[in-house]
């Protein structure tokens, strides 16, 4: 895991605090392919197979020659390995295949904010950005009580406005009770 620092000037005193850089953008390898996710496979040499492809409802993609592949709950190198092997029985003598994620699947926002909804996914996307791109907090809004429902099935209570937002992931801005 890699760990930048947050700087505050606190009483005239530089505070560190440590934010963790986990999630797609820094760990590819590990990302878990789902439904949504745009991709970009090339099969060197072979321009007719090589394209843009979608990870569908099903959690499967249709690739030319060899039919619909399973690709949710994989990472890129494995939908690579499992798209070389299909590819060299019966297609391909030395198949050489690339996977790349164009467009991760869009996260949630719902709650007390102007637009809930589904967004793209961007990239070190943070709480507050989503809030933002929600058009906000309502004036009812609990700035202090937010949840994240991970698309992995994991909740995060009260997590503060610099919590990291994965793809596929709910965001809940709960009501504020007076």
Do not use: H
């Amino acid at each position: 895991m890699q760990w930048i620092f947050r700087v505050f000037a606190v009483f005239g005193l530089l505070c560190l605090t440590p934010l963790s850089l986990s999630g797609p953008a820094f760990a590819q390898g590990e990302y878990q392919l789902d439904s949504g996710d745009r991709l970009r496979i090339i099969v060197y040499g072979e321009d007719d197979l090589s394209g843009e492809f979608e990870v569908d409802q099903s959690g499967s993609i249709s690739f030319p020659l060899i039919g619909t592949v399973p690709g949710a709950g994989l990472s890129q190198r494995a939908l690579e390995a499992e798209l070389t092997t299909r590819l060299r029985d019966g297609y391909l003598n030395q198949p050489r295949v690339s996977v790349e994620v164009l467009n991760y699947r869009p996260f949630f926002i719902i709650g007390e904010v102007n637009k809930p909804g589904s967004y793209p996914y961007q990239a070190r996307l943070t709480v507050n950005q989503a809030v933002a791109v929600a058009g906000g907090f309502t004036y009812r809004a609990d700035e202090r009580d937010i949840e994240i429902k991970r698309a992995d099935g994991g909740l995060m209570e009260d997590v503060g406005g610099g919590t990291v937002v994965l793809p596929g992931d709910t965001v809940r801005i709960k009501e504020r009770f007076f």
